[in-house]
């Protein structure tokens, strides 16, 4: 196999167009040969006991699988499976364009190469990873989700009995080299802790099976594996395909790979936003009851992949080297997501009449605290079982707006908030509160947890407020509210006199959404840009 990695590392060992020159990468389970058009991965002849490579029809029947897997990820960027032959005079060559001249040795998988300036931790590193790309990366992730594989067979990996058997595989595959990172009192906590976890809230991870919760999902959700292009395309290459189990799960245990590596990078704002928008497109804010959980295994996974390969005397030793130190980070960041984050959350209410701009305070509001947002519009939808878009407007104050039905979307409102709140998140509240008993409800939600409340009354001139909503009849909206329910609305909303002035902010939206921030950059607790756990 030595022969095999040296002679592909030759430009002539490519088919045409010959490439300039070849570079390797190199992980504990694959040889990566990079041209300048294309890619061919080849897997190393390796058996770790949660994956077997060891012979050449295990190594192909694994190529084929993750050109099928990848395929929905990252369409047109899989190319297919080519075998790689010796020729008669001894030389390893690919065989793309299928010579048939001499034997077939092994297989690889070919790829379109990718622009490695269009890398996610490229990107990150040069300070190009935003927040609304970490948006759109959460849509596409939520979307994913949303069409991904989920039956019978899938399900019981949900269950708390099988995610222990994973747990205790992670333990006692890096048991032997663990305290050389963490001391055996840190060591011991780590496992305690996520073995306590799983079985003090077994009802919570069971709820996720019985919810819809556990798909065939990616399994590797990695900055290094995802590319957004200049117009914000995003691919994301190379999910898990030697192994069943390590991709099916609950989806809030693939997307803790992707926060916990934005973590590990010294993001952990983006982090959060990235949970914070998936929560919203899925729905799914009770991620939020086990999402800890599960960045700390993801962290151990990671630790034990970069143990096993500083300890795998075949890899090159500035490799080996520079993963000791990630192991470390890893371990203490697997421990970290142990412990109570040192941000104390907050509870946000945002209110006002209807086109009053409270959406679009609430979503500035989620990037500078990095907060899910949780908004009555979505909620409706939700319990209504519609699409976001779909309009249910109908006559004032019947059937999906009746009385009845808004006292159920505001108690399932306080309930997501109360998972948030129960995680150590602060999270923001998006509704009208044209009642002081809605507003006393959201006060006293955040008074249970011991956090700050600030209640922010949007304002506009009641001409902008209409304007606003005529241009709403002619696009997508998730707001059912029109212009002719404003005077009545307006009529309906009930002063806000109730509240201490250090809780209640006057916010004029009619200005640039600078001049109308203004006030909260001085009001609220914002977490500074950056801000790493």
């Known amino acids: 196999m030595s022969e095999l990695k040296d002679d592909l590392q030759s430009p002539r060992a490519f088919p045409s167009p010959i490439p300039a020159r070849v570079d390797l990468a190199e992980t504990h389970i694959s040889w990566v040969f990079l041209g300048e058009r294309e890619v061919f991965k080849v897997k190393k002849p390796v058996n770790l006991g949660f994956l077997d490579f060891s012979t050449i029809d295990r190594r192909k029947g694994a190529c084929e699988a993750e050109v099928a897997l990848n395929a929905r990820m990252a369409p047109g ?132 099976v019985r919810d819809g919760h556990i798909r065939d999902g990616h399994g590797d959700l990695r900055l290094q594996q995802i590319y957004i292009g200049p117009e914000g395309q995003i691919v994301v290459l190379d999910c898990i395909e030697f192994n069943d189990r390590f991709r099916y799960g609950d989806v809030a245990s693939d997307l803790a790979f992707l926060s916990m590596d934005l973590a590990f990078h010294g993001r952990a704002d983006l982090a959060e936003h990235l949970l914070a928008r998936y929560a919203r497109e899925m729905n799914d804010f009770n991620l939020f009851s086990v999402v800890d959980f599960y960045e700390s295994y993801r962290a151990h996974v990671r630790a034990k992949v970069a143990g096993l390969i500083t300890h795998d005397s075949g890899i090159p030793y500035p490799i080996r080297s520079q993963v000791r130190h990630e192991a470390r980070h890893y371990f203490l960041l697997a421990l970290a997501f142990c412990r109570r984050s040192l941000i104390h959350p907050a509870v946000i209410a945002i209110g006002g009449t209807l086109a009053s701009g409270k959406s679009t305070i609430a979503d500035w509001m989620g990037e500078r605290l990095s907060a899910p947002i949780i908004d009555a519009d979505r909620t409706r939808k939700h319990l209504l079982g519609v699409a976001p878009t779909r309009f249910v407007g109908g006559p004032k104050w019947k059937g999906a707006y009746s009385l009845a039905m808004t006292k159920k979307v505001y108690d399932e409102l306080f309930r997501r908030a109360e998972v948030i709140l129960d995680s150590g998140r602060s999270v923001i509240l998006d509704a009208s509160f044209r009642s002081a008993k809605l507003r006393k409800l959201a006060r006293e939600l955040a008074r249970a947890h011991q956090a700050p409340f600030r209640f922010i009354e949007c304002t506009a001139p009641t001409s902008i407020c209409h304007e606003r909503l005529l241009k709403r009849e002619h696009q997508s909206s998730i707001s059912d509210a029109r212009a002719g329910l404003l005077d009545s609305f307006s009529k309906n909303f009930e002063p806000i006199n109730e509240l201490p002035p250090d809780e209640h902010v006057v916010l004029d939206t009619s200005q640039s959404i600078e001049a109308s921030t203004r006030p909260l950059n001085e009001r609220l607790p914002l977490w500074p840009p950056g801000f790493a756990a």
Do not use: C
């Open 77 to 208: 960027i899989y190319l297919g499976v080519v075998p790689v032959r010796k020729s008669p005079a001894g030389a390893y060559f690919i065989d793309a364009a299928g010579s048939g001249a001499g034997e077939i040795v092994d297989w690889a998988v070919r790829m379109r190469r990718l622009p490695e300036a269009n890398r996610a931790d490229v990107l990150l590193s040069e300070g190009k990873l935003d927040f609304p790309q970490v948006a759109r990366l959460a849509s596409k992730i939520a979307e994913f989700h949303a069409h991904a594989r989920a039956d019978a067979e899938i399900s019981r990996f949900g269950d708390p009995q099988l995610i222990e058997f994973n747990i205790r595989e992670n333990f006692d595959q890096t048991r032997s080299f663990i305290q050389t990172y963490l001391s055996a009192e840190e060591a011991e906590e780590l496992e305690n802790w996520q073995l306590s976890f799983l079985r003090q809230n077994s009802e919570v991870f069971q709820a996720r």
